[in-house]
């Protein structure tokens, strides 16, 4: 992980994969970071195990 100087954009790398992310601030946003994290990741899962080509009950998680 790395962080620049104004400690608002981080680098993540998860695997082969590596996350860009930049902190932005929204007042008047009723959701939480951790809400938008994991909808970010859930809606790339589903891309990738819809490339595969495998029916959804045997795709793996």
Do not use: H, W
Request: net charge negative; glycine share 4%; with cysteine.
């Amino acid at each position: 992980m790395t962080t620049d100087n104004n400690n608002n954009v981080s680098e993540y790398m998860i695997g082969r994969t590596t996350y860009i992310v930049k902190l932005v601030f929204n007042p008047a946003s009723k959701e939480r970071l951790a809400d938008i994290l994991q909808r970010l990741i859930d809606r790339e899962c589903e891309e990738m195990l819809g490339e595969s080509g495998q029916e959804p009950e045997k795709q793996a998680v």
